[in-house]
């Protein structure tokens, strides 16, 4: 980090920002697909330690063996998204699922099943049919042995 002055750090901390509609969607994702995860992708743009929303693209679940507490986007149609995405200039910046009636935490597989370093994993809890909590954690690391998921700030714009 460069400098110490303190607006410096709050505008360049890591932080997601998404638009209300954009955010409210993603939510109402996880209350769609309930009591199975909902997933997705965020589309947008890096800006410095930012990551900003300009879209997002619902996937579908491919893990009809345990859909109700694990995840998979299928990787054609990850790079369908990818294609779409770069030609209305946006980049893959994050991923988003649901976690019916567990709290809005990564967990261990999400930890292993997390590979896109500098991208943000949005986690909602959905308890009983209701969209409640709202984390959102950056992948932090140099590679994939030392990744973190790091909470990072959500700001809804
Ligand atoms: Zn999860």
Redesign the pocket.
């Known amino acids: 980090m460069l400098g110490v002055d303190s607006t410096f750090d709050i505008q360049h901390s890591p932080m997601l920002r998404i638009s209300r509609p954009h955010y409210d969607a993603l939510r109402h994702h996880g209350e769609e697909t309930y009591p199975h995860?909902c997933c997705g992708v965020l589309l947008g743009r890096f800006d410095g330690d930012q990551r900003v929303v300009t879209s997002i693209a619902r996937c579908g679940n491919t893990r009809d063996d345990s859909p109700h507490?694990?995840?998979n986007i299928d990787p054609r149609e990850l790079i369908r998204i990818q294609r779409e995405g770069r030609e209305l200039g946006a980049d893959i910046i994050g991923f988003y699922?649901?976690?019916p009636d567990?709290p809005a935490m990564?967990?261990a597989?999400?930890l292993a099943e997390a590979h896109w370093l500098g991208c943000s994993?949005v986690?909602t809890s959905v308890e009983k049919g209701k969209a409640v909590v709202t984390n959102s954690f950056g992948l932090n690391g140099s590679d994939e042995q030392a990744k973190q998921l790091i909470t990072e700030k959500i700001a809804v714009e």
């Open positions: 995860e507490n694990r995840f699922h649901s976690h567990h990564w967990s597989t999400d994993y986690i």
